[in-house]
């Protein structure tokens, strides 16, 4: 399974960006996609979570994000969505989407897991 997470940049404090991942099979057919989520890892600083979306759309955010950021997905596409707005610059860091994965093989063989994609840099300076 590949995610390919896209969308990130260079934005003034205050603006705002969209991220999207966008899973593919990359040689399994996809079954069902659970859990999707949203992390991060500022240069020196450990990887931390900052939203995650069920298949359900049910949502969870980090306490730093809550208020102005968004997450959202689209199951017919396989694609999760970050809008972040009234960005500060201590949202700097890559950001990587993961998704828990249901699938199948090309031997037909069930296979699950955590698949996690190559990271977006968002820099937030003036």
């Known amino acids: 399974v590949q995610l390919q997470a896209s969308g990130g940049g260079l934005v003034q404090p205050g603006g705002s960006l969209r991220l999207s991942c966008a899973a593919s099979?990359?040689?399994?057919?996809?079954?069902?996609?659970?859990?999707m989520g949203w992390y991060r890892q500022a240069p020196g600083k450990q990887r931390e979570l900052v939203a995650t979306?069920?298949?359900?759309?049910?949502?969870n955010y980090a306490d730093s994000v809550k208020g102005r950021f968004a997450v959202s997905r689209d199951n017919a596409k396989n694609t999760m969505y970050l809008q972040m707005n009234s960005l500060k610059p201590e949202d700097t860091a890559v950001y990587y989407c993961?998704?828990?994965?249901?699938?199948?093989?090309?031997?037909?063989?069930?296979?699950?897991?955590?698949?996690w994609g190559q990271g977006t840099q968002v820099t937030v300076s003036s």
């Open positions: 099979g990359g040689g399994i057919r996809i079954s069902r996609i659970d859990d």
């Open positions: 993961t998704a828990d994965v249901l699938g199948l093989n090309i031997a037909e063989e069930w296979v699950a897991g955590k698949y």
């Open positions: 979306i069920s298949s359900d759309g049910g949502t």
